[in-house]
């Protein structure tokens, strides 16, 4: 089993829609979990840092269920500039820490 | 407020050559970790640098090595390189700190390494 999963998608939705990607993880030690957001051929860029249970930040939450182990992030009145690919990110406690990466889900928004 | 930097952008190299990439990290950050991405995949972790030590490592053979300056900066080498290393190398940067806040990364542009 991978340590981070993803739907690889794509998530093809209509401007204004709302879409929902769960991510899951195989090490329940992991501590701290994140969203990344990558256009193509660009690096990736963070998009929510996830504390505790969840949090908000406009129009996209991220919630994290550590008994089921899995993080989500759901974005609402999708804009077309939301079109990228979002990379889900664990952060393994080995030696200090390092970060896995899940293989991304790409969003397409369409007019 | 100056963010990752990272050169060179490209770079096409031959099969056995070996290539050192460079990366100077975020202001005020003190770590540095490289990852490899292929086309399609996600961002694969290769090592990470602090203190000027290599103080975790990925799946990678030791081709693979690295470095880290006082100022903080870094370089990745690769030896022998293979057609399957042709990837985007990204560095990403943080700071090394108690609490939540010391595990987000910041990433460079990345440099795009085509071995032929």
New interface residues.
């Given amino acids: 089993r991978k340590e ?1 999963e993803q739907d690889p998608g794509p998530f093809n939705v209509p401007e204004g829609a709302t879409v929902a990607f769960n991510c899951t993880y195989s090490n329940s030690a992991s ?2 979990f ?1 969203w990344y957001r990558q256009d193509c ?6 998009l929510m ?1 996830v ?1 505790s249970s969840g949090n908000e930040d406009g129009r996209f939450t991220a919630q994290l269920n550590r008994a089921s182990q899995y993080i989500s992030l759901l974005i609402r009145d999708s804009k077309l500039s939301d079109s990228a690919t979002y ?1 889900c990110v664990v ?1 393994i406690p ?11 889900t790409r969003l397409k928004v369409l007019a | 407020d100056a963010g990752v930097t990272q050169s060179p952008t490209h770079l096409i190299k031959t099969r056995g050559q070996q290539v050192t990439l460079r990366c100077s990290p975020k202001s005020g950050h003190d770590t540095v ?1 490289w ?1 490899q991405q292929a086309l ?6 290769i090592f ?1 640098y ?1 203190e000027e030590e290599e ?2 490592r ?1 799946n990678f053979p030791d081709r693979f090595s690295g470095h880290q300056f006082p100022n903080y900066s870094s370089e990745l080498n690769v030896n022998a390189l293979l057609l399957g290393d042709s990837a ?1 190398y ?1 560095c ?1 940067s943080s700071l ?1 700190a108690s609490g ?2 010391g ?8 440099t795009r390494l085509t071995v032929t």
Wanted: positive net charge.
């Fill in positions: 981070v501590q701290s994140f051929r660009k690096e990736p860029k963070l840092s504390y990379l952060n080995s030696g200090t820490y390092k970060y896995i990466f899940g293989t991304g | 970790s990852y399609g995949q996600g961002p694969q972790f990470q602090y103080r975790q990925g985007l990204l990403a090394t939540f806040r595990y987000e990364q910041y990433f460079g542009p990345g």
